[in-house]
């Protein structure tokens, strides 16, 4: 028996990262289209670099996938050479990661500039994929439970009830990302992750938001272990790296899914 949320769409990720350029995103697609069904409760979300969006944006097909930015700048314009605002994505993308791990590692961003990145998210209507999660240093200090509370609360600082119908939440252990080399988060520990964190929203937001609220996981999932990951109780779709650039592999990710939302 699949513990998937009936009132909650399954969301499907893919973090291209910064891979494949304009021509190589749309053969991707391409090959995505011809594989990947139309199923209204999952929601199939591809995130490629800034410079792919706008041509995969006329190519294509709305019902099938939904666009998100990989990143965005929290100040909507001005003298910011280099960066592109969340105001001029607002056309083209429904969603945005948020926070993601190497933009907390490898740019600087600090809790505050998440947070603010979640602001103009909000404000310009994009729903911001919110990524929340401890390094192996923070797990093995035993401050896990506390980064998780840090940036969770920090993020959501601004963000009113109403607000909060428009926020995906991702538990991205950073030292599960990316590992190729079998250190995986097991179903256990992202249980318990993601109910502390639903347990955070029920305390600021109450009851309805936290049962409404999506939260996914990420980092290494493929499609042997999608299933095992879906079937954690709480977890309401996943954030893929890696193996969303192989299109066998995704397409059997959003498969599963899609037999496992028939069961419900
Ligand atoms: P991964 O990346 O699936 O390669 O671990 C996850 C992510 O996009 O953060």
């Excluded at 280099?82 to 600087?108: P, T």
């Excluded at 093995?140 to 939440?169: C, F, P, W, Y």
């Excluded at 996914?216 to 977890?235: I, K």
């Excluded at 650039?245 to 069961?263: I, P």
Aim: charged letters at 25%.
């Amino acid at each position: 028996m699949s513990a998937m949320n009936q009132d909650r769409k399954t969301l499907i990720v893919a973090n291209w990262k910064m891979h494949l350029n304009v021509h190589q995103s749309s053969l991707l697609l391409h090959r995505l289209n011809e594989r990947i069904k139309i199923h209204r409760n999952i929601e199939v979300i591809l995130a490629p670099s800034m410079l792919s969006l706008q041509p995969l944006s006329l190519e294509l097909d709305r019902r099938k996938f939904k666009l998100a930015a990989q990143d965005a700048y929290f100040k909507d314009e001005g003298g910011y050479t280099g960066e592109v605002s969340f105001a001029m994505l607002g056309d083209l993308v429904e969603y945005c990661i948020v926070g993601h791990s190497s933009r907390r590692i490898y740019f600087g961003e600090t809790l505050e500039t998440v947070r603010d990145k979640v602001q103009a998210a909000v404000r310009n209507g994009i729903t911001p994929i919110i990524c929340i999660g401890e390094t192996k240093q923070d797990r093995d200090a035993g401050e896990g439970r506390q980064v998780i509370h840090d940036q969770l609360t920090t993020a959501l600082m601004n963000v009113t009830s109403r607000d909060l119908d428009k926020i995906v939440l991702v538990y991205e252990p950073v030292w599960a990302i990316s590992t190729f080399d079998g250190i995986m988060a097991k179903p256990d520990d992202v249980e318990k992750a993601i109910a502390y964190m639903r347990m955070q929203i029920r305390e600021l937001y109450g009851e309805r938001a936290a049962t409404k609220i999506s939260i996914l996981y990420g980092g290494s999932v493929n499609d042997t272990d999608v299933h095992g990951y879906l079937e954690v109780p709480g977890v309401d779709g996943a954030l893929v790296g890696a193996a969303s650039l192989n299109y066998h592999q995704f397409s059997a990710m959003v498969d599963v899914a899609y037999r496992m939302r028939l069961k419900v």
